[in-house]
């Protein structure tokens, strides 16, 4: 039998799946210690600074095993962050190069948005989030030479944000000049 705490860490792990939550709000609270009541207490405030923006990977990837497989050691290896600057709304890439060295500054780039509100552009949405278990976006995006965002989506087979989702990580990017958004549904 699974025990509170269990359901605690996992929540904390991913505060936006919606089997966990079921359960969690369907607990019997009637016969709770103290402790557990402060323990419920302290996943729920967890779990609403986080859930309107949390975006859990897919369950293929939360494996514990996964980052260790074949599959993920070749795309670790292809994975890239790019260094940038943002000043008055548009983007500066520095050194935007992949793992080949190829110059990828005009071409789509994965991004990430981290719950700290950090932004990582690159390739790879899984090694860009460096084991965040969740994230407030994902998708692909270009900067054009004049800095501004001229195309983003929702594209991101790790995380797989859904249109409601990824409207609510353009809220974290409103700073930013964006020109096209693409609603790319991929969960259809």
Same mark, same amino acid.
């Given at each position: 039998m699974?025990?509170?705490q269990e359901?605690?860490d996992y929540?904390k792990l991913?505060?936006?799946c919606?089997?966990?939550l079921?359960? =969690?709000r369907n607990?019997?609270k009637t016969a =709770?210690?103290?402790?557990?009541?402060?323990?419920?207490?302290?996943c729920?405030?967890f779990?609403?600074k986080h859930k309107?923006y949390?975006i859990c990977?897919?369950? =293929?990837?939360?494996?514990?095993? %996964?980052?260790?497989?074949i599959?993920?050691t070749v795309a670790?290896?292809?994975?890239?962050?790019?260094n940038y600057?943002?000043?008055n709304g $548009?983007?500066?890439?520095?050194?935007? $190069?992949?793992y080949?060295?190829?110059?990828?500054?005009?071409g789509?780039?994965d @991004?990430?948005?981290?719950p700290?509100?950090d932004l990582?552009?690159?390739?790879?949405h @899984?090694w860009l989030?460096?084991?965040h278990?969740f994230?407030?976006?994902?998708?692909?995006?270009?900067?054009?030479r004049e800095?501004?965002?001229s %195309?983003?989506d929702?594209?991101s087979g790790h995380f797989q944000?859904?249109?409601?989702?990824?409207?609510?990580?353009?809220?974290?990017?409103s700073?930013?000049?964006?020109?096209?958004?693409? %609603?790319m549904?991929?969960?259809t």
């Open positions: 699974i025990t509170h359901i605690y929540l991913y505060p936006a919606g089997l966990s079921g359960v =969690f607990m019997d =709770f210690t103290e402790k557990e009541h402060a323990d419920w207490n302290e729920n405030k779990i609403q309107r949390a990977p897919n369950p =293929f990837a939360r494996h514990p095993l %996964y980052s260790i497989g599959r993920a670790y290896e292809q994975s890239c962050g790019i600057e943002i000043e $548009r983007i500066s890439l520095i050194n935007a $190069r992949d080949r060295g190829h110059d990828i500054s005009e789509l780039l @991004y990430v948005i981290t700290d509100h990582r552009l690159g390739q790879k @899984y989030s460096e084991g278990t994230v407030y976006g994902a998708g692909r995006l270009m900067v054009s800095g501004v965002i %195309y983003i929702n594209h944000p859904s249109t409601e989702a990824f409207t609510r990580s353009l809220e974290l990017l700073h930013l000049q964006i020109q096209h958004i693409n %609603y549904n991929i969960d």
